[in-house]
Nanobody
Framework: QVQLVESGGGLVQAGGSLRLSCAASGRTYRNYAMAWFRQAPGKEREFAAV????????YYADSVKGRFTISRDNAKNTVYLQMNSLKPEDTAVYYC????????????????????WGKGTLVTVSS
């Protein structure tokens, strides 16, 4: 069992930066790849980024590539999402998730592939 708690959301102007954190608990946390998803108002939840259990592999959605960076510190049981050059269209609730799947699997980039979810943190980007 893995429990996930996100933090770091808030209001930021377009062009600004935010860093989200996801604190994980549970003995098997380090066995899981970790991902960030987001859900904008009135839209479906979408994949943003995923990182392997070791931190050696990452994958990003085209919409955030080059602006967002996912990382993890297994000693602190924490995953991060550094978000730079934010745009109003990045406004969403951001969710942390854990998957036992390998990054080589396309399913590891889908909601259906996740085993555990946090409750989300709201990011609002003003224009």
């Amino acid at each position: 069992q893995v429990q996930l708690v996100e933090s770091g959301g808030g209001l930021v102007q377009a062009g600004g930066s935010l860093r989200l954190s996801c604190a994980a608990s549970g003995r098997t946390y380090r066995n899981y790849a970790m991902a960030w998803f987001r859900q904008a108002p009135g839209k479906e939840r979408e994949f943003a980024a995923v990182i392997s259990w070791s931190g050696g592999g990452t994958y990003y959605a085209d919409s955030v590539k080059g602006r967002f960076t996912i990382s993890r510190d297994n000693a602190k049981n924490t995953v991060y999402l550094q978000m730079n050059s934010l745009k109003p269209e990045d406004t969403a609730v951001y969710y942390c998730a854990a998957t036992y799947l390998s990054l080589s699997s396309m399913v590891a980039r889908t909601s259906n592939g996740m085993d555990y979810w946090g409750k989300g943190t709201l990011v609002t980007v003003s224009s």
